[in-house]
C-alpha cells in the first residue's frame, strides 16, 4: 500500500558560522517539521512525492523517486534569505506500483496545507506529479474561481491516458476532469521541444486551446514578449499552479533528467518569469518534477533544483 512518510529532519544539517550570527543562518536552521495539528503560522510547506512509477509507465528512465531527498540535501546547506517560515511536511511514497493512491495522497496533503494558509511546494519525482498537486489544489478551491497552470517544459505531457496514467498524461488527465466538473482547462506550456512532441500532441494542445512557446522562442532578447503574454494569460486566471519541469533546461545546466533537452531554456529567461508569476499574487501551488539524481553529475542538477526551491519560496 502507497503510504505517507513524516518527514526525516535528520537531512537538514550542514555548515555552521556561529561567528557571524543570525546573519549566517542556512535553511537547515531555519526548517520545521510541519506541525499536523495545524497551529503553525502561514508559511511555505515542502511534501515530497518520492515516485517514477509514471516514468517507468512512459519508458524513461527511472530515479526520480530519489529527488525530494537529494534536493533537501542541497537545500540544508543553502543560505537562508527568507522572512516566512519553511515547514517539511514529509514524502509520499508510491511503493506498490499504486500511482492514483499515491496521487490521492498527494491531493489530500496538498489540499490541507492549503487549508491551513501555506503555500506547498512539492518535489517530485516525475512529471506524473502535476495530477496530484493539481488534484489537490482543485479539492481545496472546490470550484472558486478559474486556475490557470503554467507549466514550464520541453514536452506538452498531453499524452491521452488509455489504460494507466504516466508521466506523459497528467495534463490530458487535468482537462478531463476539468471536463467533467464543468469546469475552464486554462493551460500554458511554455518551452516546448518542437522534435520533442509529435503532431498529435500539437493537434491536442491546439484542441484544447493551450498557449504554448517553442524553445528556440524563449530567449533573453524576447523576455518583454514572453512578459507580456505571461500577463495576458494570469489576467484570465483567479488561482495559477507552476509546474517546472527540470527538463526545459539546457542538457549542460540539467543533466540530471530523464530526457536532457538537446537546445532548452536558460535560467536567465526562467528564472525572471518565475518572479513575475509570484509578482501577480496569484500563485497558489508549485511543483519540481523530473530530477534524478542517479543521472546527476557533482550534483549539478540538484544545485540547480535547490535554486529554483529558493527562487519560488523568496
Not at 546573519?23 to 515530497?48: E, I, N
Request: net charge negative; hydrophobic share 45%; glycine share 10%.
Amino acid at each position: 500500500m502507497d503510504k505517507f512518510h513524516p518527514v526525516d529532519m535528520s537531512v537538514w544539517q550542514g555548515r555552521q558560522d556561529p561567528e557571524d550570527g543570525e546573519l549566517a543562518l542556512r535553511w537547515h536552521d531555519k526548517v520545521q517539521p510541519w506541525p499536523q495539528a495545524g497551529s503553525a503560522a502561514a508559511g511555505v510547506a515542502l511534501v515530497g512525492f518520492a515516485c517514477d512509477e509514471g516514468v517507468r509507465r512512459n519508458k524513461g528512465r527511472v530515479g526520480a523517486a530519489g529527488a525530494p531527498l537529494a534536493v533537501r540535501k542541497l537545500l540544508a546547506n543553502s543560505a537562508w534569505h527568507l522572512s516566512r517560515p519553511i515547514y517539511d511536511s514529509g514524502d509520499v511514497h508510491c511503493e506498490d506500483g499504486d500511482l492514483d493512491a499515491a496521487h490521492g495522497l498527494l491531493a489530500e496533503r496538498v489540499a490541507r496545507l492549503l487549508d491551513e494558509g501555506h503555500f506547498p511546494l512539492v518535489l517530485g519525482g516525475g512529471h506524473e506529479v502535476a495530477f496530484g498537486s493539481w488534484s489537490g489544489l482543485n479539492l481545496h478551491l472546490a470550484g472558486r474561481g478559474r486556475v490557470g497552470i503554467i507549466n514550464f517544459d520541453a514536452h506538452f505531457d498531453l499524452r491521452m491516458k488509455l489504460e494507466q496514467a504516466s508521466s506523459g498524461t497528467p495534463f490530458f488527465q487535468i482537462a478531463e476532469q476539468c471536463a467533467a466538473q464543468g469546469t475552464p482547462f486554462t493551460y500554458a506550456c511554455l518551452g516546448v521541444a518542437e522534435t520533442a512532441n509529435t503532431q498529435a500532441l500539437f493537434a491536442r494542445a491546439e484542441a484544447l486551446g493551450v498557449w504554448h512557446v517553442l524553445d528556440e522562442a524563449m530567449t533573453p532578447a524576447e523576455l518583454p514578449a514572453l512578459l507580456s503574454g505571461l500577463d495576458a494569460f494570469i489576467a484570465r486566471c483567479d488561482h495559477l499552479y507552476l509546474t517546472i519541469d527540470l527538463d526545459v533546461l539546457p542538457a549542460a545546466v540539467m543533466p540530471g533528467v530523464s530526457a536532457p533537452a538537446a537546445r532548452g531554456v536558460e535560467l536567465a529567461v526562467i528564472e525572471p518569469l518565475i518572479a513575475h508569476i509570484r509578482a501577480s499574487g496569484k500563485l497558489r501551488l508549485a511543483d519540481l518534477a523530473e530530477y534524478n539524481p542517479s543521472l546527476d553529475q557533482d550534483n549539478r542538477s540538484a544545485r540547480v533544483a535547490a535554486r529554483l526551491v529558493h527562487q519560488l519560496t523568496k
